[in-house]
């Protein structure tokens, strides 16, 4: 392979390009990409010139070039905790896999680089991970005994998004060493390390929360700052299971019920009757909101015990289960779904360029106009760091695969506090040592 002139790679399920963008930053020319989805495809070709082909399934091997790297994001529902977990079992998603390994098995690139939700690696107690492992094996690659987890707030990018990288590597250029991470090693995070002014954002407007929306988490602020209690809820509350339980409806019911929806009330009718004039009062006026009903009835308060709570000092969720409040430190995973986070600080949702910053795209990046589109390739698309990341250390690069030894995560003598994965084999030569950084 000419190094000089570039590694050549293709991007499978490419969405909007996250390993593109990480690849070409790295010296790759991108020689193939596809999505089913016709949006991505036109962010993409916006963005690199490229317009990716359609549905991977129709895509014969053959018509796909000559390359070096084999990148795929592939779809995730059939195995996250969102979908229905159905993995191989589910024809249409589950299967896509095994796509990339026709693809895999036939060009026999040096690398592959796999990314995919956390759960793959407990997926159906592991045999899903087992089968996807020994494909790649029997395919002629190095790789991992376990897949390795990693997190874009593990190295101060302000997003929780654990996900599972599969690095593969032809076993006649070299080997993947046990990737090594220590948790104590978490760098802090900061969300205004992608937070813009407020002067920075067009049309502000359309991202604040409009005044019944504060009104209506004003009135939940009042409520976590009220309450009496020894410790700050950690289940949910929900409003109308605070009350006597002869007055609660759902009661009647009580035996049908779910053992941990009984749970539940019972805490709800526990924390009412410590606090019994502060939250009547406080229902009354809470109910006077015309959002105050359904899910906005209920609060989900992640953020632990805290001394003098204010919920406009954390990030927030509007989820079909209740307003969820986390700590303010870091955002929760961007989702395809219209979750998108509420930035308390700012009384305002996060914009379509703040998700783009959560992935590490560039600001030059151009998204997608519509809004809801653009929220929903963030949420699909990946963190750009991580792949560099991964693909350096994939690669060989001598300083990411020290940074992630045993030695560098664990100097001490406390192995037991490390998230390690296996290798299969030593370090060796490989690509990456030609490459001028
Ligand atoms: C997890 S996302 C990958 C996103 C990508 N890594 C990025 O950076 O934006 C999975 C992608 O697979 C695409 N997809 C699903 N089924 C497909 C198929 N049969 N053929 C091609 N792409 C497909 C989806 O449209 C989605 O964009």
Request: charged share 25%.
């Amino acid at each position: 392979m000419n190094i000089e002139n570039g590694f050549r790679f293709i991007d499978l399920f490419c969405g909007i390009g996250g390993f593109h963008q990480a690849m070409a930053n790295l010296g790759g020319i991108c020689v193939f990409a596809c999505d089913i989805d016709a949006s991505c495809r036109k962010t993409y070709e916006h963005n690199y010139g490229i317009m990716p082909a359609g549905d991977i399934t129709k895509i014969h091997e053959e018509d796909i070039p000559e390359h070096d790297v084999l990148c795929a994001g592939f779809p995730c529902q059939a195995f996250s905790k969102a979908g229905k977990r159905m993995g191989f079992a589910d024809e249409a998603k589950g299967t896509l896999f095994f796509d990339i390994l026709r693809i895999l098995n036939y060009h026999q690139p040096k690398y592959a680089l796999l990314e995919n939700v956390r759960n793959l690696a407990s997926h159906d107690g592991g045999n899903t991970w087992r089968v996807i492992h020994d494909s790649i094996v029997e395919s002629g690659y190095n790789v991992l005994d376990e897949p390795v987890i990693f997190s874009p707030h593990y190295i101060g990018i302000p997003q929780h998004r654990e996900r599972v990288f599969i690095m593969c590597v032809r076993k006649d250029i070299g080997t993947v060493p046990p990737f090594v991470f220590n948790e104590s090693n978490i760098s802090p995070c900061s969300v205004d390390d992608i937070l813009l002014d407020e002067d920075e954002i067009e049309n502000l407007a359309k991202y604040k929360l409009s005044d019944d929306q504060i009104t209506w988490i004003n009135n939940w602020n009042t409520f976590i700052r009220g309450i009496n209690c020894a410790k700050l809820p950690g289940f949910p509350i929900w409003a109308d299971s605070l009350c006597a339980l002869e007055n609660n409806p759902m009661v009647a019911n009580w035996d049908n019920l779910p053992k941990w929806q009984q749970n539940f009330i019972s805490k709800n009718n526990e924390l009412w009757m410590q606090n019994i004039k502060f939250i009547d009062n406080w229902l009354k006026e809470a109910s006077k909101c015309p959002l105050f009903f359904g899910a906005k009835a209920k609060l989900e308060w992640q953020v632990g015990n805290i001394k003098n709570p204010d919920i406009w000092e954390h990030i927030m969720q509007i989820r079909p289960s209740g307003l969820r409040v986390k700590p303010g430190t870091y955002f929760p995973a961007l989702v395809a779904i219209t979750q998108t986070s509420i930035v308390g600080k700012r009384k305002r949702f996060l914009t379509p360029r703040e998700c783009a910053r959560l992935q590490s795209f560039p600001d030059s990046f151009i998204c997608d106009k519509k809004d809801s589109q653009a929220y929903k390739q963030f949420g699909n698309s990946i963190n750009i760091k991580l792949v560099d990341l991964f693909a350096r250390y994939m690669f060989g690069d001598p300083e990411i695969r020290h940074r992630y030894s045993k030695e560098s995560q664990c100097p001490e003598k406390n192995p037991s506090s490390s998230k390690k994965t296996k290798s299969i084999s030593d370090n060796g030569p490989t690509l990456f040592d030609s490459f001028d950084y």
